[in-house]
């Protein structure tokens, strides 16, 4: 079993950076593929962000080049972080764990954290 941890939102002004970290504990971190999703009142949940066990990365399109997902094996650590951020990209982050491959379907994944709410002004 897989327990996750997100913290680091909050309110932020249009071009600011924030970093989420997503915590992990349970089963073993190095095997396991991450993803970061965000879901706003009245849309569906996005991928937003996902890093394979072996460290490949894949992002939603449109946000390619201002966030960026990483992982500490040592620490047990997933991390978002957003640059040049945007009224639009306010929403609630969740982090998610899947075995071994990247995927940014959110049906794939198996353990979810209980998120951390962004929002930009």
């Known amino acids: 079993h897989v327990q996750l941890v997100e913290s680091g939102g909050g309110s932020v002004q249009a071009g600011d950076s924030l970093t989420l970290p997503c915590a992990v504990s349970?089963?073993?971190?190095?095997?396991?593929?991450f993803g970061w999703f965000r879901q706003s009142p009245g849309n569906e949940r996005d991928g937003v962000a996902s890093?394979?066990?072996?460290?490949?990365?894949r992002y939603l399109d449109s946000l390619r080049g201002r966030f960026t997902i990483s992982r500490d094996n040592a620490k047990r650590t997933v991390y978002l972080e957003m640059n040049g951020l945007k009224p639009e990209d306010t929403a609630m982050y969740y982090c998610?764990?899947?075995?071994?491959?990247?995927?940014?379907?959110?049906?794939?994944?198996?353990?979810w954290g209980q998120g951390t709410q962004v929002t930009v002004s």
């Open positions: 349970g089963d073993t971190f190095s095997t396991l593929a």
């Open positions: 998610a764990a899947r075995p071994e491959f990247w995927s940014l379907r959110d049906i794939l994944y198996n353990y």
């Open positions: 890093i394979g066990s072996d460290g490949m990365t």
